[in-house]
Every structure is written in C-alpha cells, then in structure tokens.
C-alpha cells in the first residue's frame, strides 16, 4: 500500500481569482511546518496554468499576503518536503500540456487523483 497522505489540498483557482489561488499554499505551507506530514497540493481547472515555468512569477494578492509572491509560496512548499501534483488532463485541455513545467511538479491524471483521495486523512478543496 502506498503511503498515507496527511492532508491532500485541491487547488482549482488561477491567476483568474488570486485569493482562492494563494491561500491554498498559505494553508499547505502551515501545515509542512510539522515535518512528519505528509502534505500534498494539486492543481486541477484553472489552477493547473500555475505549474508552468513563471506562471506564479511576482503574482501576489497584497496585505496581508505580501510577503510572498505565489511563486515563492509554491517553492517553499516543495521545498519544505510538500508534493505539489499537476493534473495533466487539466494542461491538455488547455493545450499546455507540452509547456515546462517548475522543477518537482508531478504530473498525474484521474486515477490518481482518486487514489491520492483514498490515501488522504483529510481533504481541503479550494476548486
């Protein structure tokens, strides 16, 4: 058996709504503050854009959010031992599927997705 997920957050909003798009890795960032978490975010629908290269670059949302853009959120993130997933499907349907993603992003599809889901104490859904 694969191992457990502490807490799996489904991100689903873009640069399109930068609240619901930022306060996701505010949330996973506090929660990989206790390293015997496994926390793990993934980017699904509009969210999904977020895994390209300087997509996150400079995207901040102001007070009291300011002290990072969502790029250095994201980098944090994996940094401090999170998984960060990207939603491949969610890439080809908007035809970026072959665009570089950040160093670490994991692709995966549906069926993933649904076992990460099995896997997880908790779910928090931002989509």
């Known amino acids: 058996m694969s191992e457990a997920i502490d807490t799996l957050i489904i991100a689903g909003y873009g640069r399109n709504n930068g609240e619901k798009a930022t306060i996701p890795f505010v949330l996973a960032n506090i929660e990989i503050e206790d390293r015997s978490k496994r926390v793990e975010v993934v980017l699904m629908f509009d969210a999904a854009p977020l895994a390209l290269n300087g997509a996150a670059d400079g995207f901040s949302i102001g007070p009291p959010f300011e002290t990072h853009d969502l790029a250095t959120r994201m ?53």
């Open 75 to 127: 980098r944090l993130f994996m940094e401090g031992g999170g998984i960060l997933n990207v939603c491949t499907p969610c890439l080809v349907h908007r035809g970026i599927d072959n665009e570089p993603t950040l160093d670490g992003i994991v692709r995966i599809n549906g069926r993933v997705v649904m076992e990460k889901k099995d896997r997880a104490n908790r779910i928090l859904s931002f989509a």
